[in-house]
């Protein structure tokens, strides 16, 4: 498999900068003892305070040019959770769909533990005004979005709860027409407990390679697998996009109790000092 050169930038804020600069410097110790990758360098840079920030007034960053393995990349990537990736090479890379689909696999477990302690991260606006998108799709087109438009068809299996069966696949198509997704087929199984339906949806969606990534992260999927190509094709603007989301994914489950903690205080204060 092609090696890629990716650079992160990592960035961390805090409201004490010795602890924030101990952090950072302790992010940049485990990057440089990384193994299975190349560390080309680690750069830390001073930690500066933003008078104007009420809570967090220090920022630092750590740059880092790495290489190897997309599923390494999307290792580090998941670990560091960097708010920018930026791709140096290659400009477009070649991978075997089994092999997309173990990194697929790992992207999941990771994020549905993330979310099992952190809360989801699918979260749409109302859609009672979305129409209910088109399933089912003729051979021909199918073909022709996988050809023409670089779409990849796969299965992806996620569990469910709502009111009913009914409002479940009728708000899950919507949703993943958001998304970005055609839908070929959409099956929802399981069993009303108590008042509420709970089981697993199965979706064959045909998507770009950004979206497949996307919602692999969003909703961890139970089971997930490419059908077509067999070789899948990504770009290094494609890459870049992808692996900046995904850091952004991670950062936002993480940073939310202290978010959290910030917006009380601030509330408290506001109640104290009317």
Do not use: H, W
């Not at 299975?36 to 360098?41: A, P, R, S």
């Amino acid at each position: 498999m092609a090696e890629i050169e990716v650079i992160f930038y990592i960035e961390g804020i805090g409201n004490d900068k010795k602890v924030l600069e101990r952090a950072l410097e302790e992010t940049a110790k485990n990057l440089r003892e990384e193994k299975g990758v190349k560390i080309k360098y680690v750069k830390l840079e001073d930690v500066i305070e933003s008078p104007e920030e009420e809570l967090l007034k220090y920022s630092g960053v750590i740059e880092a040019q790495v290489a190897g393995e997309l599923g390494d990349i999307v290792r580090l990537t998941l670990r560091y959770s960097p708010a920018v990736v930026e791709v140096l090479k290659p400009g477009k890379l070649e991978m075997e769909a089994k092999d997309l689909m173990k990194t697929l696999g790992e992207v999941s477990l990771f994020m549905g533990k993330l979310m099992k302690q952190f809360g989801g991260l699918a979260v749409y606006p109302k859609l009672d005004d979305i129409p209910e998108p088109k399933v089912g799709y003729p051979r021909e087109e199918i073909e022709e979005l996988i050809v023409e438009d670089r779409n990849i068809l796969y299965r992806f299996v996620i569990e469910v709860f709502g009111e009913s069966e009914e409002a479940i696949k009728t708000t899950m198509g919507k949703a993943l027409s958001i998304e970005g997704c055609r839908i070929n087929k959409l099956i929802v199984q399981g069993q009303m407990e108590g008042e509420n339906f709970k089981g697993l949806l199965a979706a064959e969606l045909l998507s770009p390679f950004e979206t497949l990534f996307q919602l692999t992260a969003k909703y961890a999927p139970v089971a997930i697998s490419i059908l077509e190509p067999e070789i899948i094709d990504i770009t290094a603007n494609e890459l870049q996009n992808t692996l900046t989301d995904l850091g952004g994914f991670v950062n936002e489950l993480v940073t939310r109790p202290v978010k959290r903690q910030l917006v009380e205080k601030k509330n408290t204060e506001f109640k104290l000092n009317p």
